[in-house]
């Protein structure tokens, strides 16, 4: 048997709410981590499953995609924020799990918003943790961005003269609420993804493939 044959397969999932909504998914396909997956003071970041030939880590939302794109994972679950940011070819997306959904948007001061006028701009600077994707939604319509790249706490960056406006992911837009924040641009709706790496579904389609039908039937079902 082949050394891919015998390599183990890792699955990189995101720590936060996705992990939380991915859950009961993962029930449904018969994945069970060991005991120290959902303990909440364990260190270790790789776990073994029931599943001789996978195992999971657990990493920041921002690198599963990165994980995936290099080889290091296999197998993950991405939003689809990050795979609008990092773009990478390497990966492929087969399954809308319906899941982690959000919106991305650009929001600024509420005071602002009533005689801000969107069309009338040229140059806008922008505190984001997508500075990419922000580029590119304002370079479509001709507006330069200058992007301040923030890793959170987005919505101070008004307040303290960091940037007019934000893009952000909002939810129940109450944090945005909560900062004299308004919402005035939609920019894309988010889920998150089943994605894979294309070259190890090349290399191991019927392993890779198994997983990608198993949580397409998951998501279809849902």
Known sequence: ?????????????????????????FARAGIEPEAAFADPDARQLRFATNHADLDIIR???????????????????????????????????????????????????VEMAGSDDPRRW?????ATKYPEVTRRHFAARGVQAE???LSGAMELAPSLGLSHRIVDLVDSGRTLKENGLVEIEHIADVT????????????????????????????RAA
């Open 59 to 109: 990493v920041r939302s921002f690198d599963v995609a990165t994980f995936v794109a290099f080889g290091a994972a296999h197998l993950g679950i991405a939003g689809g924020d990050v795979l609008m940011e990092f773009d990478y070819p390497e990966i492929y997306a087969p399954v809308d799990l319906g899941i982690g959904k959000c919106r991305l948007a650009v929001a600024e001061p």
């Open 192 to 219: 998150s993804r089943f994605i894979v790496n294309r070259a190890a579904l090349k290399t191991q389609p019927e392993r890779i493939g198994r997983w990608v039908d198993c949580f397409r039937g998951l998501s």
């Open 1 to 25: 048997m082949s050394s891919v044959a015998n390599e183990k397969l890792i699955l990189a999932l995101p720590k936060g709410r996705i992990l939380k909504e991915a859950a009961p998914l």
């Open 147 to 149: 992007c301040v790249k």
């Open 122 to 126: 040229s140059h806008v600077r922008i």
